[in-house]
Nanobody, 118 residues
């Protein structure tokens, strides 16, 4: 069983920055890919970025150059640094731990609201 707890969301003006963090508890973390997803109002959930235990990253096109995902394997945390935020980035952001490639389960955090508005 894995539990994920996000923090760091809030209200920010366009062009501003936010850093989201996710703390994980449980076991087998080297077998999980950590990721961030988001769901904007009226839209489906979409990938933002993922990071493997070896720190290989993958980004959605909208996140490239603005967002940075990181992972601390010792502390079992993942963070998402978001810069140059736009109103279109307004969404609930979810932390994800995907262990399916290793025969484990897929876990989600409860989500944290990010609102970009002046």
């Amino acid at each position: 069983q894995v539990q994920l707890v996000e923090s760091g969301g809030g209200l920010v003006q366009p062009g501003g920055s936010l850093r989201l963090s996710c703390s994980a508890s449980g076991s087998n973390f080297p077998h999980y890919i950590f990721g961030w997803y988001r769901r904007a109002p009226g839209k489906q959930r979409e990938l933002v970025a993922t990071v493997t235990v070896g720190h290989t990253t993958n980004y959605a096109d909208f996140a490239k150059g603005r967002f940075t995902i990181s992972r601390d394997n010792a502390r079992v945390t993942t963070s998402l640094q978001m810069n140059s935020l736009k109103p279109d980035d307004t969404a609930v952001y979810y932390c994800n731990a995907d262990g399916r490639a290793s025969g484990l389960r897929n876990y989600w955090g409860q989500g944290t609201q990010v609102t970009v508005s002046s």
